[in-house]
Nanobody
Framework: QVQLVESGGGLVQAGGSLRLSCAASGRSLRMNTMGWFRQAPGKEREFVASIDWTANTRHYADSAKGRFTISRDNFNNTLYLEINSLDPEDTAVYYC????????????????????WGQGTQVTVAS
């Protein structure tokens, strides 16, 4: 049973930075694409970024390009999302997710592409 646990969220002032972490347990996900999604109040869950198992392919939503950086530590089975220049519109619950199929392309953007999900971590950006 795969478990994903996010951490690192919180309340931050606009313009600040955060680093979200997602710790995986149950089995190694070092050969699986992983991704970050977010869901703001009253909105659908949206894709933020994904990374393939080699970390050579990193794919970002247009809204995330330039300010978000996805990375992974396969040795420690951990996924990261660094967010800079935070804006109040970034306020959302951030979820990490993983694809069950190994060695996939790393460009999966639909929630239905992902099989494992964390519970989410709240990010609130104050103006």
């Amino acid at each position: 049973q795969v478990q994903l646990v996010e951490s690192g969220g919180g309340l931050v002032q606009a313009g600040g930075s955060l680093r979200l972490s997602c710790a995986a347990s149950g089995r190694s996900l070092r050969m699986n694409t992983m991704g970050w999604f977010r869901q703001a109040p009253g909105k659908e869950r949206e894709f933020v970024a994904s990374i393939d198992w080699t970390a050579n392919t990193r794919h970002y939503a247009d809204s995330a390009k330039g300010r978000f950086t996805i990375s992974r530590d396969n040795f420690n089975n951990t996924l990261y999302l660094e967010i800079n220049s935070l804006d109040p519109e970034d306020t959302a619950v951030y979820y990490c997710a993983a694809v069950r199929l190994i060695m996939s392309r790393g460009t999966e953007t639909r929630p239905s592409d992902y099989d494992y999900w964390g519970q989410g971590t709240q990010v609130t950006v104050a103006s």
